[in-house]
């Protein structure tokens, strides 16, 4: 069985995947990169993809991650 990845990966407004170093404050530390800012976060697994909505800050998207990986652990535990 493959194994599952769930993880929190940020985005920026048109929902594309924001990789760049930020600033507390979200703001791209490098000025150059053209990057508008990441402004919300998603919780991404592997098998299904993104998971529920979007989070606007990081703390919430963890524990919906946590969630979502409790979820698989249940699942497998029912078989
Ligand atoms: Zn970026
Ligand atoms: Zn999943």
């Known amino acids: 069985m493959a194994r599952i990845t769930i993880r ?8 594309s995947p924001c990789s ?6 979200g703001k791209p530390r490098n ?5 508008p800012g990441r ?5 991404v697994c592997s098998e299904h993809g993104d998971v529920g909505d979007p989070h606007h800050v ?3 998207a963890e524990p919906a991650a946590l969630a979502h990986r409790q979820e698989h652990r249940a699942a497998l ?3």
């Open 77 to 79: 535990a029912a078989r």
């Open 8 to 15: 929190v990966e940020p985005r920026r407004g048109d929902n």
């Open 39 to 43: 402004t919300q976060f998603t919780v």
């Open 20 to 25: 760049h170093a930020v600033k507390p404050s």
């Open 31 to 35: 000025p150059q990169s053209g990057c």
């Open 58 to 60: 990081r703390v919430l």
